[in-house]
């Protein structure tokens, strides 16, 4: 009888470290990803060990860079990654909707995450947390994001504001990009509302017509002074109040990246905005 009971006991122990190591894996898959916003999600979630490469953009946190590398953004090296094997491979939309497809056609298990507002960022929190296990990781961040939202002030006027997000064409952001949606979470107005798509080439202009009270910045190699002597540029009111901010005085990273590190930026332009009604 003893010998049975014995028996049974090994028996169920086993199954259980069985269970157990299944779930562990299940829980575990591994990770390519090659997209930075993506790497930082993985990254809040908990899931850095699932990490078996990235591209060279995945800068932040700073230990990623220690991680293997299959190209850049724009151009992954597709071979390297099927020599890898992941269990998982994660990526953004727009510039990446190509490589995505070259995943596909090779049968590989891809997941494609472009949130394109907060709310959609948020979503994306939640099913990442789902795919490695991280349920509950996901849904604290998610509370936290949601009372730091709350307690955003909204300026008593909403400032007028241009996102230029490329300057060789002009380029700039409509309401419906994710860009945008943040800006207007901060409490100011974007002055190019509706535009053909997300991020559109616009005319000097039209930048000028609609007179912004604040111009950002967010890319890199250009001045505040060449900004402010683009011809014709002089009457606008952000040039004429010195209220341009370029990525020596934003880290555009919070602002275009759509990722963890998002409520950083809503939290600086939030500032920003008060502080023009201030003056």
Excluded at 23 to 39: D, F, N, Q, R, W
Aim: charged share 25%.
């Amino acid at each position: 009888m003893k010998k049975i009971i014995f028996m049974l006991l090994t028996t169920i122990l086993l199954l259980s470290c069985s269970n157990k190591e299944s779930e562990t894996a299940l829980a575990k898959p591994s990770l390519i990803i090659l997209s930075p916003e993506i790497a930082e999600i993985v990254y809040a979630l908990g899931g850095e060990k699932n990490i078996i490469a990235i591209t060279n953009e995945c800068d932040y946190p700073k230990i990623l860079k220690y991680k293997e590398k299959v190209g850049s953004f724009s151009s992954p090296n597709i071979e390297k990654i099927v020599a890898l094997h992941p269990d998982m491979i994660f990526l953004s939309g727009l510039e990446q909707e190509v490589i995505k497809s070259r995943l596909n056609k090779l049968s590989l298990p891809v997941y494609q995450f472009y949130p394109k507002s907060i709310n959609d960022l948020l979503k994306t929190f939640e099913e990442i947390g789902i795919l490695l296990g991280k349920e509950n990781s996901a849904l604290e961040i998610i509370r936290n994001y949601k009372k730091e939202l709350n307690a955003i002030p909204m300026p008593a006027t909403k400032p007028k504001v241009y996102v230029e997000i490329y300057n060789k064409p002009l380029m700039t952001v409509s309401s419906n990009s994710f860009i945008g949606d943040l800006i207007e979470k901060s409490g100011g107005e974007n002055i190019f509302q509706n535009l053909p798509r997300d991020y559109c080439r616009i005319s000097a202009e039209s930048v000028v017509e609609r007179n912004p009270d604040i111009i950002i910045i967010t890319y890199t190699g250009i001045t505040k002074s060449e900004i402010q002597n683009r011809l014709g540029w002089e009457n606008v009111i952000a040039i004429k109040n010195n209220r341009i901010y370029t990525t020596e005085d934003i880290d555009a990273n919070l602002i275009v990246r759509a990722g963890p590190r998002i409520i950083k930026g809503i939290k600086i332009l939030s500032k920003i905005f008060q502080e023009f009604n201030e003056k």
